[in-house]
């Protein structure tokens, strides 16, 4: 089941030596019906500006990778934008190197054998990546809508108060005055009745 639900390529960086490996990457995640493009990242110093260039959903390390230190990804990646999943892909995949993969902070280990398993991972944490960033988006214009109303509310004419389950939420000043109290009265949650 692909990722999106148009014909955009999903960004994905790869700490990988070989063109072979970024290809490989490509290729299980095009069979699995998700239009990527993939960017080779050579050193692991590259990564934030590469992921400043190129805004991934996914970032795939590989443990052969010249000098690839998964927690030093981890760290730089968690003060540019911790959301962004990394995944490392490693020869060896049991139990104990996915456990040390995410003890350091990596979302899962995957093996370029299993090529299922490679596609199920990736397309979850891409999935995962894409709600947490659309959530976030969301909380953010909330948030802006919830501050611009406050700020229209403040300069209305009309007597306003917000009431949630019989409690004062919030009330304007023209309210207070309607009702007798000085503009600075704090009558967030006083009950309505007691009025």
């Not at 095009?30 to 080779?40: E, I, L, P, S, Y």
């Not at 981890?74 to 456990?99: F, G």
């Not at 891409?126 to 909380?139: G, I, T």
Request: aromatic share 4%; with cysteine.
């Amino acid at each position: 089941m692909p990722l999106l639900h148009n014909s955009a390529a999903v960004s994905i960086l790869v700490v990988a030596k070989l063109d072979d490996q970024v290809e490989a990457i490509n290729a299980a995640l095009r069979d699995a019906g998700q239009a990527v493009h993939c960017h080779k990242v050579d050193k692991l110093a590259d990564l934030e500006a590469c992921y400043l260039q190129h805004q991934p959903l996914l970032i795939a390390i590989f443990e052969n990778a010249s000098k690839t230190n998964l927690g030093s990804a981890v760290a730089t990646m968690a003060t540019v934008e911790p959301c962004i999943p990394i995944i490392l892909i490693t020869n060896d995949v049991s139990e104990a190197s996915i456990a040390g993969a995410m003890a350091l902070g990596a979302r899962d280990a995957v093996s370029l054998g299993n090529t299922v398993r490679l596609q199920t991972v990736a397309l979850r944490e891409l999935r995962a990546c894409q709600n947490e960033l659309s959530l976030r988006k969301v909380m953010h214009s909330a948030s802006q809508f919830k501050h611009e109303l406050h700020a229209l509310k403040q300069v209305s004419v009309d007597a306003i108060a917000d009431i949630q389950e019989g409690i004062i939420v919030n009330a304007n000043p023209a309210w207070l005055e309607l009702f007798g109290f000085p503009a600075d009265t704090d009558l967030a949650g006083l009950p309505i009745m007691d009025l």
